[in-house]
């Protein structure tokens, strides 16, 4: 039998990224990280990097990675690759929960 791993909603809580940015580590194995953050209104995710390609989900709300098409506004429902090496970040409007996968940490 194969092992299923989860989390149920509500067993996690959320630890402090930065200011108004905070996460729930959702897998985190070699290889393999699954991240939810959640960005307050108006606040910032710091500019970095890895060293794989990055995915974002948006799960609510509105995010924006100023380097990304000017500035452009992504809702829910919205998908963002990142190729490995390259840099980004994440601020929001409106406050927003975004799913985060990659293979390891950023890199700066």
Known sequence: MSYIDFTEGGASEWKSVSEGVDKIVL?????ENRVLLRIA?????????????DEVFVVDGIYVDPEVEGGKEFGAGSYLYYPAGTEHNATSPTGCTILVWNSNIPKG
Do not use: E, T
């Not at 209104?41 to 390609?53: E, I």
């Open 27 to 31: 897998r985190a194995q070699p290889g």
């Open 41 to 53: 209104p108006g606040k910032a995710y710091p500019k970095h990097a890895h060293s794989v390609p």
